[in-house]
Every structure is written in C-alpha cells, then in structure tokens.
C-alpha cells in the first residue's frame, strides 16, 4: 500500500478512533489490507468477508462458537454490506482491545440481541449461552446449568437497548 493512499485513511479513521494513536490506526490499516491480501482497485470496495473474519476470530481471540462469530460479524458490520471494512474493523478492535466499559457493553449488547424488541429475553440469553458453552455433561444437566447462569445473570441486571 502506497503512503499516500495509507495517510488517506489514517486521517479521517484517527479522528473517530481516539482509543488508538495514529500510529497504531496505521499499523491496523496495514494490517487489515495484509489479511484481506487486496492487490489493487478502490480501498473502499475492498473487506473481510464473514469467513476470513471467523478466521481471524478463531485464530486470534479463540473463539469457537459460530453463531457468536456470525453475531460479532454483522454488529461490526455497521452498513449490513456482509464485509467489514477498514474504518470498520479499525473502529471494531478499538472497541476489543481498548473500548471504555459502556462500549463494550454496547457492543455485547448488539451481539446478543437478536430479535428487534429493544430487550435482550432469556430465550435469547439462554440460546447463545448454550451454544457457547463446552459441553461436557448430558443435554439436560447442561440446559439446567445455562438457565441458572440466565437467571443469576438476569437478576444483576436489566438492560434496554439505548
């Protein structure tokens, strides 16, 4: 990637990410373009798909679970064009690594919420829980064990979506 192209991005992606020096933006940014591979045309047509993004998160974070993955997928996703892209990503992992307790809360909050009622219900809490939990014990032992970390989770806090 050529620096002038590379200063392009970094000015206006640094002034929406105060979480990250400039530096660090550019370091992203170059590795964002090393992952997608891009090998030309316009910086703003170029993304991670759904699958190379799993990778990144299974390989990178340790995530297994592939309905969580597709959640964090599309609640980074910010213009639904089923590809993150650079301001994407960049504003993604500053969230990750860097982001204050409320964003991270926010961003839980879009990878939970699933059916558009502003309240994230106990099925929706129970189903991701399930899915994200190894299973070691018998279907019902485990189901039991997911509606009491519901419950317990349920009674510390009710949130709405803002």
Do not use: H
């Not at 090393?34 to 703003?44: D, M, P």
């Amino acid at each position: 990637m050529n620096q002038r192209v590379l200063k392009k991005l970094v000015e206006p992606i640094s002034k929406t990410v105060k979480s990250f020096k400039r530096s660090e933006v550019e370091c992203l940014i170059r590795l964002f373009y090393s992952v997608v591979g891009r090998t030309g045309g316009k910086s703003g047509n170029t993304g991670l798909d759904r699958n190379k993004f799993r990778g990144i998160l299974n390989n990178i974070f340790g995530m297994t679970d592939d309905t969580l993955m597709d959640r964090v997928f599309s609640a980074l996703d910010k213009d639904n064009d089923n590809s993150i892209n650079v301001k994407e990503w960049v504003k993604g992992l500053s969230v990750f690594l860097r982001g204050t307790f409320e964003e991270k809360l926010k961003l839980c909050f879009e990878v939970y919420y699933l059916n558009g009622d502003g309240y994230i219900s106990r099925e929706e809490i129970f189903n991701m829980l399930k899915n994200s939990l190894y299973q070691q014990s018998s279907e019902e032992e485990n189901d039991e064990g997911v509606k009491e970390l519901v419950e317990i989770a349920l009674k510390k806090m009710t949130l709405k979506k803002q």
